[in-house]
């Protein structure tokens, strides 16, 4: 199997890799410690998943306390020859003294030869003052964490990974000059995009709507059935989930209408309910595909209502709302490279008098379905949502406070709340697995993140954030509630 060969390969390349790196050390040369770094960068790069992990020192010499850093995974790599307990806590100390934790949530170190078979890690918490977490059994790598990786990675990953070693490794023919082995300054990247991929019922079902509704629905246009079926369930003391679409005054949804109990039998014919796979319906033509966007956006509405997650219609965005009315503050638990918290709401009372609301921010976010030869995706766009009383009515300074917002975050804080919904959205997935209701009217599902490889290199110490606007309302609020 390729497979098979390509983690022989990599094993083989891997212990010629450490081997001269340890003769070296014997021999006292130590500038092979300095290509070293590059290799590791390359080789985390792909078998970790942390595309944007850079050479600090080729930006700053002897950057202190690390060497390689991922500001967007905020992963810290100190690469060593070294690997006493005595260097593990100078590490760490530096890493500590300079702040860096403030910047990212991980440090791992590896040690270039062998690690020793334990580390005392009262030794090394002495030193992280509480500062950092740090694990003598998980953040201590050297080979076999990197062999361990290879033996799961994608044939994709792991050929890159070879093909990397393979250019510094001089003497390993790929059809390279010798003046060409080192792998170019500015080697393609791979970009994170605002993708997530998305599962759906395989099954949709169509009904022709009663002729009551239609009756009622008259001569209005077709745009305004929902308007229609609102009020129709209103005469009747009734309540839909908002998982259907109208096309051609026929009922669309997921949702079983040849079972008897669904939720739309009092606004379909009897004996018009008929089954089709979702794939044959959205491939009849471009409209067909339209209403199928549509059914996705009302179903994830009606899934994202109940985690209090709602559709404010005129921002076109779904607005997280506290778990309770009364609540001040909302977070969420969510996995990124570590477990964390992050505010989704906040309520802001009046400074003069506390019994009254200033404002309310939210996290929000706009969503849209493509389809790129079958494989659907959910494109997301974070943004913010401020309100005010209870009914949590959009803000007459939400504008500005958006505005005011935007210009103060950069590329990396919206990656990091693209990151976070898209983990959030991952999280109440899989709760729906184990849920009761998760077969009755939970009909989406969300996977990884896509990620593009191939992107042109770009110089990011070329970009620079905008200067921050003055204002006259002690810092927009502390950074509009400090979030």
Known sequence: MKILDLQNEFRELISQFRNEIEASSAMGNFDSHKVAENIICGLLRELCGWPDLHNLNAEQANFPGIDLADDTARIAVQVTATADIGKIKHTIEKFVNHNLHQSYGRLVVYILSTKQGSYSQSAIDSVCQEKIQFSANKDIWDYQELCAKAADASPHSLQATINHLKAYLRGIPIGLADEDIDPPLNPPET?????????????????????????????????????????????????????????????????????????????????????????????????????????????????????????????????????????????????????????????????????????????????????????????????????????????????????????????????????????????????????????????????????LDGAPSLDETQWTALPSMPSDESGQLQGLFGL
């Open 191 to 451: 970009i994170t995009s605002n993708l997530i991929a998305i599962g759906f019922s395989e099954y949709l079902y169509i009904a022709q709507l009663n002729s009551d509704l239609v009756e009622h629905h008259g001569k209005r246009r077709e745009g305004r059935w929902r308007e229609t079926i609102r009020e129709f369930n209103q005469d009747m003391q009734v309540r839909i989930p908002s998982t259907y679409v109208v096309h051609g005054r026929s009922l669309i949804t997921f949702f079983d209408l040849t079972d008897n109990n669904n939720p739309y039998r009092h606004l379909i014919e009897d004996g018009t309910a008929e089954e089709h796979r979702s794939q044959d319906f959205y491939m009849i033509g471009e409209d067909y595909e339209r209403v199928f966007k549509s059914l996705l956006r009302f179903s994830l509405q009606h899934r994202l209502f109940q985690e209090r997650v709602h559709w404010e219609n005129d921002e076109k965005e779904f607005v997280f709302l506290p778990r309770e009315d009364a609540l001040d503050q909302r977070k969420e638990v969510w996995q990124g490279e570590k477990k964390a918290k992050r505010s989704v709401f906040v309520r802001q009372y009046n400074k003069k008098d506390s019994s009254k609301v200033y404002m309310q921010k939210h996290l929000s976010f706009s969503a849209d379905f493509l389809n790129f030869d079958g494989n659907w995706f959910m494109s997301i766009t974070p943004s913010w949502f401020f309100s005010y009383g209870p009914g949590f009515k959009k803000s007459d300074f939400s504008h500005s406070n958006l505005g005011w917002i935007k210009r103060q975050e950069n590329n990396q804080q919206v990656m990091n709340h693209f990151r976070f919904i898209a983990a959030w959205l991952s999280s109440i997935d899989e709760e729906d697995l184990f849920s009761e209701k998760s077969s009755k009217d939970s009909f989406l599902s969300f996977s990884q993140i896509l990620n």
